[in-house]
């Protein structure tokens, strides 16, 4: 049989003045929920107006700048798909933000929960937003859709199922390093350079949308796509059927392919960032309870040592944060010195350390905290180094890991209630002490 030459789709049915597109620009963002941290795009920031000192960096920064009357919108997010999986991976919603003008203005919020922790957390999350007054502008629905594809000003494919003849934009072939004659206009042209573990999510799910409407009309996938160099890029695609067959079939599909690949790599550097702490160079509580994801049968039995500094808050009222912020380094070295290769450290809180000893049972783990203790306050003792409180606890195989960091720390405040009261004189008294040096070293100078 014959088939219908391809023609490619003129582009009247995507045109959309340039100022159009630059005011409506797809805003992408980047969220790590346990951590509180986000990342946006600089089309996203531009939008906002924000300089970078100002840019929003935690959800509470979020939602100084969200309509009031939309803060139910965004408790409703967090309850169900943040921090537990009821309603799913994928969100949509609007919302009215505020600009550095002071004005608001309404965008649809479109999330995806990229992973969640073994309690059904989100701790990825990615998305983008489009400006929602101009798209209610635009009556017919097929119309919306196509303008909210454009104004995403990336990659736009339009798919003949009658017949599999695809039209890829220009941009969406060179996202990916292809010129057109290295990209035929056919549906095989894209599904070949999906990634394999990712073929299933993405291509079959499209398919059942296509072949039937019981699976709805739409569709929204985060994947991996082969670029021509050979590396695989993340895009993240939408999708919808614009018309079907009297069998209920797809005549025509539409949809844009987004480059998130910026979004990615941020996060991967993210991570790395929040694996450290910066100000003592030990492990971050990112990492601690990344750790604790991670521990398996092989790993029992788990301690855990819980380490606080004794009156950081006085070293800080008295003598400065800079101050403060040496003493908590102090306490990191020390825990490095006397901590065994095979032990991780952690700092978990302003002025709280834990050390997460597997394989270790609370014979040996008390042991090694009596070690630590011993050397720790041969230091003290001399004055070189602050006064620290511990606590410890042990998990032994199948009981449960979130009561260990508890029991560690409910330990470590009986012990600390012991000897708070005097080595709160002592330290108070060091700082004093510290304060009168420099004030005689500063007469003598003057």
Known sequence: MQRTPYVKPTPSSFEVAPSTVQENETGMWYWEPLADTFYFSESYLARLGYNDDETPTSSADLINIIHPEDLTIVQRIQENYIYSAKDGNRYEHRLRVRARSGNYFSIVVHGYILHRDSMQRATM??????????LATIDHEEQ???????????GIWDWNAETNEVYYSPKYIAMAGYTEDEFPPTADSWASRVHPDDYESTVAMQLQIINSPDHGDSFECIYRFLHKEGHWIWILGK?????????????????VHIDINELQNAKENLIK????????????????????????????????IYVDADGLKIVND?????????????????????????????????DEFVILLPNT???????ALLRLKNKIEEQ???????????GLSTAMFPDELDTLTSNADTHMYENKRINQEERHKLIRQFCLDIISKTKATARNVS
């Open 125 to 134: 999350v990615s998305g983008f937003h489009i400006n929602s007054e101009r």
């Open 144 to 154: 919306r859709m196509k303008f909210a594809l454009q104004a995403a000003e990336d």
């Open 239 to 255: 999708g919808v059927v614009t018309s079907r067959k009297a069998d209920g079939k797809a005549r025509r599909v539409t949809g």
């Open 273 to 304: 960032t929040l694996k450290k702490d910066t100000l003592t160079a030990v492990y971050s509580r990112y990492s601690f309870e990344q750790r604790l994801e991670t521990i398996t049968t092989a790993d029992y039995p788990v301690s855990l």
């Open 318 to 350: 008295l003598l400065g944060h800079t101050y403060g912020d040496e003493y908590l380094r102090k306490i990191s070295s020390m825990l490095a010195r006397y901590t065994r290769n095979h032990d991780s450290i952690y700092r978990i809180g302003g």
């Open 361 to 367: 049972g609370r014979k040996n783990a008390n042991e």
């Open 380 to 390: 003290s003792a001399i004055g070189d180094s602050p006064f620290v409180s511990f």
